[in-house]
Antibody, heavy 120, light 110 residues
Framework: EVQLVQSGAEVKKPGESLKISCKGSGYSFINYWIGWVRQMPGKGLEWMGIIYPGDSDTKYSPSFQGQVTISADRSISTAYLQWTSLKASDTAMYYCARKGMGATHTVDYWGQGTLVTVSS | FMLTQPHSVSESPGKTVTISCTRS????????VQWYQQRPGSSPTTVIYEDNQRPSGVPDRFSGSIDSSSNSASLTISGLKTEDEADYHC??????????FGGGTKLTVL
């Protein structure tokens, strides 16, 4: 069974750093793109970036380029989303999601989400 | 480009509802459109992929279509049930951006 299991909720202060994770299981982790999607409270889904763990090829949305870093550790089938200096406006639910195999752009599996709260 | 959805729609149980998703630039038919259902407090799940395909387990009450004349995609849900009450998000792509999402539509079944 394919699963994407994300790390738990975080409460941080403005200016702090954070790295959240997404562990894939039940499939060949290196062969599928993994993306990160933000959902601010009461709002829609926003694509942040995507990584191919096989060769670490990474693409960022222009809206998030330079604001976050996406990485992956193939040895433990885990993708990461990282901030160096959080802002209150980073408060949101963050989902990792697997892009289907090949040319399709369908998300076929989603993580359960990680709630990040940034407050002084 | 952007995908624009109505903020909310409502309909009675047993009726049919259609949710639109309009592409701001580029041809809607050039890239597949997906639809995701998101119930409160849950992650999204796929109800339609590649314009009109249903994943296994999704009832045939859910259907998707494309209209090039209005440059839009539509999700139609027939025989509405209270369990269909959720947010619905459309998604497509272009040559440089793999995932573009619409703003989401809140479906109320009353």
């Amino acid at each position: 069974e394919v699963q994407l299991v994300q790390s738990g909720a975080e409460v941080k202060k403005p200016g702090e750093s954070l790295k959240i994770s997404c562990k894939g299981s039940g499939y060949s982790f290196i062969n599928y793109w993994i993306g990160w999607v933000r959902q601010m409270p009461g709002k829609g889904l926003e694509w942040m970036g995507i990584i191919y763990p096989g060769d670490s090829d990474t693409k960022y949305s222009p809206s998030f380029q330079g604001q976050v870093t996406i990485s992956a550790d193939r040895s433990i089938s885990t993708a990461y989303l990282q901030w160096t200096s959080l802002k209150a406006s980073d408060t949101a639910m963050y989902y990792c999601a697997r892009k289907g195999m090949g040319a399709t752009h369908t998300v076929d599996y989603w993580g359960q989400g990680t709630l990040v709260t940034v407050s002084s | 480009f952007m995908l624009t959805q109505p903020h909310s729609v409502s309909e009675s149980p047993g009726k049919t509802v259609t949710i639109s998703c309009t592409r701001s630039s580029g041809n809607i038919a050039s890239n597949y459109v997906q639809w995701y259902q998101q119930r409160p407090g849950s992650s999204p799940t796929t109800v339609i992929y590649e314009d009109n395909q249903r994943p296994s387990g999704v009832p045939d009450r859910f259907s998707g279509s494309i209209d090039s004349s209005s440059n839009s995609a539509s999700l139609t849900i027939s025989g509405l049930k209270t369990e269909d009450e959720a947010d619905y998000h459309c998604q497509s792509n272009d040559n440089t951006i793999p995932w573009v999402f619409g703003g989401g539509t809140k479906l109320t079944v009353l």
